[in-house]
């Protein structure tokens, strides 16, 4: 994405064609992407708690397309963000507590997405087995601030 850009900024001001620019460019980024950037991320249903694969290239809805609506944020653990739906389906079940990290809203409806960012907010893998140890490290962090 970066080089599409350039190309763009490049070809419009060497010669103002700003929109042959951006052709070239799209054409370019096309031509010469292989493979779809991908990250794991956990997924939190009424009754499951699944691994997806999702898209993970530059300004990918995927945490939206998931949930199917606007999204907002209900929980974080350092790079670790769970996001649920911004008005969540009373008809949905709450989810039981069990199945979450300790101090989360006891009031949370699915479905949720569970993913981890790394330092420059780039999304990277959050697997089933990452989402086991939060639920049981968030766990021991509160029974310890309960001792």
């Known amino acids: 994405m970066r080089l599409s850009y ?17 052709v070239w ?11 779809m950037a991908t990250v794991q991320a956990v997924v939190i ?11 993970a290239s530059h300004m990918s809805p995927y945490v939206s397309d998931i949930i199917g609506q606007s999204v907002t944020f209900v929980g974080a653990w350092g790079p ?3 996001l649920g739906p911004l008005v969540p389906d009373p008809r949905r079940p709450l989810i039981s507590p ?9 009031g949370l409806r699915a479905p949720l997405v ?6 420059e907010f780039v999304p990277v893998d959050f697997t089933l087995k990452d989402y086991e140890e939060l639920v049981r ?3 021991a962090d509160d029974s310890a601030k309960v001792q």
């Open 6 to 22: 350039s190309c763009i900024y490049n070809a419009s001001n060497a010669n103002g064609a700003a929109i042959a620019g951006f």
């Open 25 to 35: 460019a799209v054409r370019f980024s096309f031509r010469h992407t292989k493979q």
């Open 80 to 82: 670790v963000s769970m």
């Open 114 to 119: 569970v993913t981890r960012l790394n330092e």
């Open 45 to 55: 249903l009424d009754t499951t708690i699944e691994e997806r694969t999702c898209d």
């Open 98 to 106: 069990d199945r979450l990290p300790a101090g989360c809203d006891p």
């Open 137 to 139: 490290s968030s766990e």
